[in-house]
């Protein structure tokens, strides 16, 4: 009898430790799946916290009365959490359609030659981006149109809803080898109206035709000492013609200019950075309306 009962007390003692094992690894999973759940969870209070002070923050930027150097803009909102808006004048950039809505062949000319194109390269590809913006299916001497793409739905005949789709035009792979960096000179929600104040020097040169150290210099004036926009020793443009005599074309005439040029921004672009614990994430918003004259409507906005 005795030698019966030690198998049997040996499977129980077996089944009670798988028992105990099973039990174990339950207790194991089931905490890594709450800690799991636990940090998911905080993840999400991040995400919602940021998102909440960049609604905030740009808010705050769309006040009528916010200059962009307001201490508003840079708060430490808790321990853990900041924010940082900038402000920049969207039209420091040129607008595509607005261009070729007005077919300034000139300067998309000065544009294409700045960007190391020949002038025989320059009119075909004016002539290919006016084809691919109307409306309509007649190619223009160097143009082209569906018989060129051979691709159904090309070209799109509409302005551009994007810069990327620019990159699409046939000819822009000459532009994309020699001047890779073309995509920071536009933004389709620019107003078309170059403000000179916000411009980078390339882009001013090229429009204006102006010498490159002309409008260096103009660039150096704007900024002030310590060379950054939107801080307290900024010296901008108080009108055109103060512009375009640094520029060595004062004797331009300001009111046919006006058009083209001029010194602020009836669009701007915010940038918020909101840092949340480890987290980090940045808001882009392009709305209606100069600085210090608040907004209208929010054109575009993402996140990055």
């Not at 009962?5 to 999973?29: M, T």
């Not at 082209?144 to 090309?154: H, I, S, V």
Request: one cysteine or more.
């Amino acid at each position: 009898m005795v030698r019966c009962g030690l198998p049997r007390r040996g499977a129980a003692l077996l089944a009670v430790l798988w028992v105990i094992a099973l039990l174990i690894g339950l207790v194991a999973a089931t905490s890594l799946l709450l800690m799991q759940d636990i940090e998911l969870a905080a993840v999400k209070r991040q995400v919602f916290r940021a998102r909440m002070l960049s609604e905030a923050a740009l808010a705050i930027a769309m006040n009528p009365d916010i200059k962009p150097d307001d201490p508003l803009l840079r708060r430490q909102v808790a321990q853990d959490e900041r924010f940082l808006v900038e402000m920049t004048g969207e039209d420091g950039l040129l607008n595509p359609n607005v261009l070729l809505q007005r077919e300034d062949k000139d300067t998309l000319r000065r544009i294409f030659l700045y960007w190391g194109m020949n002038i025989q390269q320059a009119n075909m590809l004016i002539d290919r981006m006016l084809d691919w913006v109307d409306g309509d299916d007649f190619a223009r001497v160097q143009g082209g149109e569906r018989k060129l793409y051979n691709r159904n739905g090309m070209p799109f005949n509409r302005p551009f809803r994007s810069i990327e789709e620019m990159a699409l035009v046939s000819g822009m792979d000459m532009v994309e080898q020699g001047y890779p960096q073309w995509r920071d000179w536009f933004s389709i929600h620019a107003s078309g109206v170059l403000d000179v104040n916000e411009a980078r020097p390339e882009v001013i040169a090229a429009v204006t035709g102006a010498d490159m150290r002309f409008a260096q210099n103009l660039r150096s004036q704007r900024v002030g000492r310590d060379g950054l926009l939107n801080t307290d020793d900024d010296n901008p443009m108080p009108d055109l013609a103060s512009a375009l005599a640094i520029l060595g074309i004062a004797s331009g005439d300001p009111q046919s200019l006006s058009s083209l040029l001029s010194v602020n921004s009836s669009t701007r672009r915010i940038l918020v950075k909101v840092q949340v614990g480890d987290l980090e994430r940045q808001t882009a918003a392009v709305v209606r309306g100069a600085i210090g004259q608040g907004a209208t409507a929010i054109l575009w906005m993402g996140e990055k």
